[in-house]
């Protein structure tokens, strides 16, 4: 188990999972987040990478409860037609760092959704 110490001195800090809600354009999702918690004090300090994976959670959440296509669905539907991020960049008329960036974690807008669903349903 991976621990760390607190800056209050008392305690050491666990890596602890908790669900974390939180409003993503009006919307109330709840994710898995992962920081250090002391004990003693109770304070919580997330590493840049966890800070990351829960936006990525919050945007996938965000995505499922308002029926866009998530950053998995667009990477996995992507995969099954057998096309690039750069192919389908280009089918999309925009450049492969939005198709990445969709699919690592940015909300597409809906416009977006609706022409990334033509291309790949
Ligand atoms: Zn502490």
């Not at 966890?50 to 308002?66: D, L, M, N, P, V």
């Not at 998995?72 to 960036?101: F, G, H, P, W």
Request: positive net charge; proline residues 2%; aromatic residues 4%.
């Amino acid at each position: 188990m991976s621990t760390k110490k607190c800056p209050c001195g008392k305690g050491d800090m666990n890596l602890t999972t908790r669900m974390k809600s939180a409003c993503c354009n009006g919307v109330d999702v709840h994710v898995e987040s992962s920081a250090y918690v002391c004990p003693c004090c109770g304070i919580e300090v997330g590493t840049v990478f966890q800070a990351s994976e829960t936006q990525k959670a919050i945007a996938e959440e965000y995505r499922k409860k308002t029926g866009l296509l998530t950053g998995c669905d667009i990477e996995s539907l992507r995969k099954k037609r057998a096309l690039t991020r750069k192919q389908l960049a280009d089918l999309m008329n925009v450049c492969e760092d939005s198709v990445r960036k969709w699919e690592e974690g940015l909300v597409q807008d809906f416009t977006m959704d609706k022409r990334l669903r033509k291309i790949l349903d």
